[in-house]
C-alpha cells in the first residue's frame, strides 16, 4: 500500500525507493534505522514534535546523525523556549 508521500513522488515523477525494515519499538533511534536500512546516518531523517511557549507545535525535520538545537528552533519559529 502506497503512502501519501509516495503517491506525490509518483505524482511529480520523482524517483525514490520504499525500504523496509524491522521496528523495535524500544529502539526507535535514527542511527539504528540507518543500520537497517544499509545507508549513512545523514540520509536517513528524525521527524520531531515539539511546542513552542508561543506558537504552540513545531514540527522539525533533521539528519538522523544531528541533533535538533532546541533554542535555534525556539528562535526562528517566534518562541521563548
Do not use: H, W
Not at 525514490?16 to 549513512?40: C, F, H, M, N, R
Request: net charge positive; charged share 20%; glycine share 8%.
Amino acid at each position: 500500500m502506497k503512502t501519501n508521500a509516495a503517491r506525490l513522488l509518483d505524482k511529480l515523477g520523482i524517483p525514490y525507493q520504499i525500504l523496509s525494515y524491522e521496528v523495535d519499538p524500544d529502539d526507535l533511534a535514527a542511527l539504528s534505522t540507518a543500520q537497517k536500512v544499509g545507508l549513512p546516518p545523514e540520509q536517513v531523517f528524525k521527524t520531531l514534535v515539539v511546542r513552542g511557549d508561543t506558537t504552540g507545535i513545531c514540527f522539525a525535520v533533521v539528519p538522523g546523525n544531528a541533533q535538533l538545537d532546541l533554542k535555534a528552533l525556539a528562535r526562528i519559529s517566534g518562541n521563548r523556549k
